[in-house]
C-alpha cells in the first residue's frame, strides 16, 4: 500500500448484503432492481412504510440520504484528509474561504483528535446532528490513518453517530476491509464516467500504486476501482451514493449511463449535481470557460435518469467542514481556538430524547401532508407548477424573504410535493435595505416558479416579483411546507378551470455559480 502521506495537497463487516434488502423492496414495491425501465423506490424519498426495517434504521435521520431527514436532522464534516490522489478538472481545493459553499474548500485543518473534540461538541451543543462524513479536503481514503483515527475516536464516546466517508473511489478495493472494521455504514463515491475517453477529458492524472497515470489510462484504471469498490461495498451491505458532476457538452449525456452502471451494482441513491466552474475559483474548467447546466438542463437529465433510480435532489455540495442542517452552515461557531477551550458533556440519553421529538415533528409533517393531498384526489389535470419556499428548516415556511441565501424549489402537481432542488442566492436585506441589484439575481435564480413562499416579504420585493409573473405568499407563514404547496396548488387549479389565471409554461433559471452562503 502506497504512503498517502507523500501525495500531493492539490489545493464489525455487516453479513448481509444490501442485494437482499433491495429484492425485498422489489418484491414488495414493485421496483425493480436492476437498470433498466423502472425506479427503486428506495432513495431519497423512501419512507418507513415503504422500506425495509434495516434500510430504514440507516436513512431515517441521515440527511443526505433522506429527503425527509434533511429538513430535521444535521450533519458536520470535519477536515482531516488534506492529500488527494487524483485531479479533477472542477476542483480546486483551497483554505480559508469562510463565505463559500463547495467541495474542497476549508477555513483550518484538524488532527484526528482535534476532530473527535469538535464532533463531541457539534453533537453536544446540536442536538440533531446525527451524522459525521469525512470528505476532504483532499480524499478520504488518500488518508487511511488520519481517517480511520478519527473515525474510532469519535465511536468511543459517541456510538450514536452514523459515520460516512465520501471518496473518489481510487483505494476502495484495497481498504474495503478497514472501512467494514470501522462499521461505516454510508459511503459515497463520485463517479462522473464509465467510460474512459471521456474520463480522460475530466482527470488529467490519478497517483496509483506509487505511480502517477494520465489520459485514458488513468480514466480507465479510476473507473474500474470505483465500479469493483462499489459492488464489494453492497455485498457487504454498505449504502452507497453516487455523487456525478454533469458537465455540459463532457459528460452530460453519458451520466444517463453512469446511473445505469451504478444502479446495475446496487447503488442506493445517485446525486446528480451541477458543475460550478466560476473563473474565480481556479479550476481548470473555470479558467477555460466550461459553463455549468442551467436549472432546466440538470432537471431534465435528473428526471431521465429517475427512471432507472431515485435521485438525491437535496445536496448541497457542501464544504469539507461545513456543520449544521443542509443549507445552512454553523462552522464558524466551532473553531479549533472555540472547541478547544469547551467543556464538553456528551449527554446521550439528552440526544436520543431530544431527537425523538424530530421525530414526533417529521410524522406530523407527513401526515400534515397526506391530509391536505387527499383534498386533492380526484383532480385530473396534467398541470404542474414549481414553487419556491424560504426555510430555515422543520419543514415549515420559516424564513423572511429578506434574509434567505438560498430556496428550496418544489414541483406540485395532483402527484403531490415533491423537492426537485435548491437555489442560493445573496441576500436581498443589506443592513435593513433592500437591494434592488440582489432582488434580480433572486427573480433569475427563482424565474422557473410560480410563487414564492415566504414568512415575511416587504413591499418593494413584493412588486418586483409580480412585475416577474412571481407569486409572493406570505400566508402560510411557519406552516408546514408541502402542506401548504398542494393548498396553494389546489386554488390554482381552481383559478385555471374558473378562467381565473391562465396557466403558462415559466422559463429558465439560473444555478448559481460560485455558491457563495454571505456576501
Given at each position: 500500500m502506497f504512503d498517502a502521506e507523500q501525495l500531493p495537497e492539490t489545493g464489525e463487516g455487516q453479513a448481509k448484503p444490501l442485494n437482499d434488502l433491495l429484492q425485498k423492496i422489489a418484491a414488495s414495491k414493485g421496483c425493480e432492481t436492476k437498470a433498466g425501465p423502472g425506479k427503486s423506490g428506495c432513495g431519497s424519498t423512501g419512507t418507513e412504510s415503504t422500506l425495509p426495517p434495516e434500510i430504514w434504521e440507516k436513512v431515517k435521520n441521515h440527511p443526505?440520504?433522506?429527503?425527509?431527514?434533511?429538513?430535521?436532522?444535521?450533519r458536520m464534516h470535519v477536515a482531516v484528509a488534506p492529500a488527494c490522489n487524483i485531479q479533477c478538472n472542477y476542483c480546486n481545493r483551497k483554505y480559508d474561504c469562510a463565505n463559500e459553499s463547495r467541495p474542497g474548500v476549508v477555513s483550518e485543518r484538524l488532527t484526528p483528535e482535534?476532530?473527535?473534540?469538535?464532533?463531541?461538541?457539534?453533537?453536544?451543543?446540536?442536538?440533531?446532528?446525527?451524522?459525521?462524513?469525512?470528505?476532504?479536503?483532499?480524499?478520504?481514503?488518500?488518508?487511511?490513518?488520519?481517517t480511520f483515527k478519527t473515525f474510532e475516536l469519535v465511536a468511543q464516546t459517541a456510538p450514536d453517530i452514523k459515520l460516512c466517508v465520501s471518496t473518489n473511489g481510487l483505494m476502495l478495493p484495497k481498504l474495503i476491509d478497514r472501512l467494514c472494521q470501522y462499521n461505516i455504514d454510508h459511503v459515497t463515491i463520485t463517479i462522473n464516467m464509465v467510460d474512459p475517453e471521456v474520463g480522460a477529458k475530466i482527470y488529467p492524472w490519478i497517483f496509483y500504486e506509487h505511480k502517477r497515470y494520465t489520459g485514458v489510462e488513468a480514466a480507465r484504471i479510476l473507473s474500474e476501482n470505483q465500479l469493483r469498490g462499489l459492488e464489494m461495498l453492497t455485498e457487504r451491505g454498505i449504502l452507497c451514493k453516487i455523487n456525478s458532476v454533469m458537465i455540459p457538452g463532457v459528460n452530460d449525456a453519458h451520466l444517463v449511463e453512469v446511473n445505469k452502471a451504478v444502479k446495475a451494482r446496487g447503488a442506493f441513491l445517485h446525486n446528480i449535481m451541477p458543475l460550478i466552474s466560476a473563473p474565480e475559483h481556479g479550476t481548470v474548467f473555470g479558467l477555460n470557460g466550461q459553463r455549468g447546466p442551467t436549472a432546466q438542463e440538470l432537471k431534465a437529465l435528473q428526471d431521465a435518469c429517475e427512471g432507472d433510480m431515485n435521485m438525491m435532489r437535496h445536496c448541497r455540495q457542501c464544504r469539507a467542514d461545513a456543520v449544521g442542517l443542509l443549507g445552512e452552515d454553523r462552522s464558524d461557531e466551532f473553531t479549533t481556538e472555540k472547541v478547544m477551550a469547551m467543556e464538553i458533556d456528551y449527554d446521550l440519553e439528552a440526544r436520543k430524547a431530544y431527537q425523538a421529538k424530530?421525530?414526533?415533528?417529521?410524522?406530523?409533517?407527513?401526515?400534515?401532508?397526506?391530509?391536505?393531498?387527499?383534498k386533492l384526489a380526484g383532480e385530473n389535470s396534467d398541470i404542474a407548477i414549481q414553487i419556491a419556499v424560504a426555510t430555515k428548516g422543520n419543514g415549515r415556511v420559516n424564513?423572511?424573504?429578506?434574509?434567505?441565501?438560498?430556496?428550496?424549489?418544489?414541483?406540485?402537481?395532483?402527484?403531490?410535493?415533491?423537492?426537485?432542488?435548491?437555489?442560493?442566492?445573496?441576500?436581498?436585506c443589506q443592513g435593513g435595505f433592500g437591494d434592488d441589484d440582489k432582488l434580480e439575481t433572486v427573480i433569475r435564480a427563482i424565474n422557473d416558479c410560480a410563487a414564492v413562499f415566504v414568512a415575511r416579504i416587504g413591499t418593494c420585493p413584493k412588486e418586483g416579483l409580480h412585475k416577474a409573473g412571481i407569486d409572493p405568499v406570505d400566508r402560510f407563514a411557519h406552516e408546514y411546507i408541502e402542506q401548504s404547496a398542494l393548498a396553494y396548488f389546489k386554488e390554482y387549479l381552481e383559478k385555471v378551470q374558473a378562467g381565473g389565471i391562465v396557466h403558462v409554461a415559466r422559463g429558465d433559471a439560473d444555478i448559481r455559480q460560485g455558491a457563495f452562503t454571505a456576501v
Open positions: 443526505c440520504y433522506s429527503e425527509q431527514a434533511h429538513h430535521h436532522f444535521a482535534q476532530a473527535a473534540k469538535k464532533v463531541f461538541a457539534v453533537a453536544s451543543t446540536i442536538p440533531q446532528m446525527t451524522v459525521l462524513g469525512i470528505a476532504g479536503p483532499g480524499d478520504p481514503l488518500a488518508n487511511p490513518e488520519k424530530v421525530e414526533a415533528e417529521r410524522d406530523a409533517t407527513q401526515a400534515a401532508k397526506a391530509d391536505e393531498l387527499a424564513e423572511h424573504f429578506g434574509h434567505a441565501t438560498e430556496f428550496q424549489i418544489y414541483e406540485v402537481s395532483t402527484a403531490g410535493a415533491k423537492f426537485i432542488g435548491h437555489r442560493r442566492v445573496d441576500l436581498y
